[in-house]
């Protein structure tokens, strides 16, 4: 297969060799190449709220919305998505992540902010009830999605452990970026390079290893204006001295309450929630159930094949 993306350029795009954008379109390029994936990419507007998103379409059929967590860009999906058949596949980023614009992230506002976001996005798709594929905090402003809007989200594959559901929690580096003071100064001692990429890789269960395309992506991102305002203050918005805020945490009482069927597929190695609780979580939800992979908090990374047909069978089953 060939690859193609289109030519809807970011508003920032176009300023020489060493423009960020540049960087990231041309890293982009490379993971597509490489996965053979024939994508097109498009920035819609989110509601109303003056902002666009940046948007990964593949496929045709029916439609799946994939929602990655924060910190990453939609590109991240991309091994995942060459190997879903049958359906058009539409990646989705959160605000200031990758080449989607940036919000205003703060405590008291981040759910109107999430779910502001998907449902402005999926409007300017014209996607209706459709199921979802997340991960991390894509996974928990999913589920804020369908709590608010029942009905939206028709079925789920969480992938790797949700954000903040139960006692889990970031890693340390994300944990310290809440941190005033301390954040922004490491974020600035902390350049994007391909060593911190593979460290960051590494520090989230995943070997840097064979994934030199997604390596690179990553270091693209970094270097994006948006990228640290936009993590210092996410990670403001849901920490606070480097706990989860009571308002992020998703409570056994709420996942009784999901309404929607749920896979987990969890890393076993995933350092942002273990085994157990998954297994805690796949026992709170009345229609859910688990498949453990070998990997981390990415496990398509290496896992592609493996994670698209639990997907899937997931997807096809008519309850």
């Not at 992979?293 to 990415?298: F, I, S």
Request: aromatic share 6%; glycine share 8%.
């Amino acid at each position: 297969m060939s690859t193609r993306s289109s030519q809807r350029s970011h508003p920032t795009a176009g300023h020489g060799a060493d423009d960020p954008v540049d960087g990231f379109l041309s890293a982009l390029e490379a993971l597509l190449a490489r996965y053979r994936l024939v994508a097109d990419r498009r920035h819609v507007h989110v509601g109303d709220t003056g902002r666009k998103a940046h948007v990964l379409l593949a496929g045709d059929g029916p439609p799946l919305v994939l929602v990655i967590g924060g910190a990453v860009p939609a590109a991240f999906w991309v091994p995942l998505m060459a190997q879903l058949g049958g359906r058009r596949l539409h990646a989705i980023e959160l605000p200031g992540f990758g080449l989607s614009d940036a919000t205003t992230y703060t405590p008291d506002t981040l759910r109107r902010t999430a779910v502001d976001h998907l449902a402005g996005i999926l409007d300017s798709l014209g996607i209706g009830p459709a199921p979802f594929v997340t991960q991390s905090m894509g996974s928990q402003w999913t589920n804020w999605l369908a709590e608010e809007e029942p009905g939206r989200v028709q079925r789920q594959v969480m992938i790797a452990c949700p954000a903040f559901f139960l006692d889990t929690s970031a890693i340390a580096p994300f944990r310290l970026a809440s941190l005033p003071g301390l954040g922004p100064l490491m974020m600035t001692v902390q350049r994007p390079t391909t060593k911190t990429a593979e460290k960051m890789l590494r520090a989230v269960g995943e070997s840097p290893d064979g994934v030199e395309e997604l390596r690179d992506v990553l270091v693209a991102t970094q270097r994006l204006p948006t990228y640290t305002p936009s993590v210092l203050a996410l990670m403001r918005s849901v920490m606070r001295r480097t706990r989860p805020r009571p308002l992020v945490v998703t409570s056994a009482n709420q996942l009784r309450h999901v309404r929607h069927p749920v896979r987990l597929i969890w890393g076993d190695r995933d350092p942002f929630g273990g085994v157990p609780a998954g297994q805690r979580i796949a026992e709170l939800i009345p229609d859910a159930d688990l498949h453990v992979v070998p990997g981390g908090h990415a496990p398509w990374f290496h896992q592609a094949e493996r994670v698209a047909r639990l997907t899937q069978q997931f997807l096809e089953v008519r309850r």
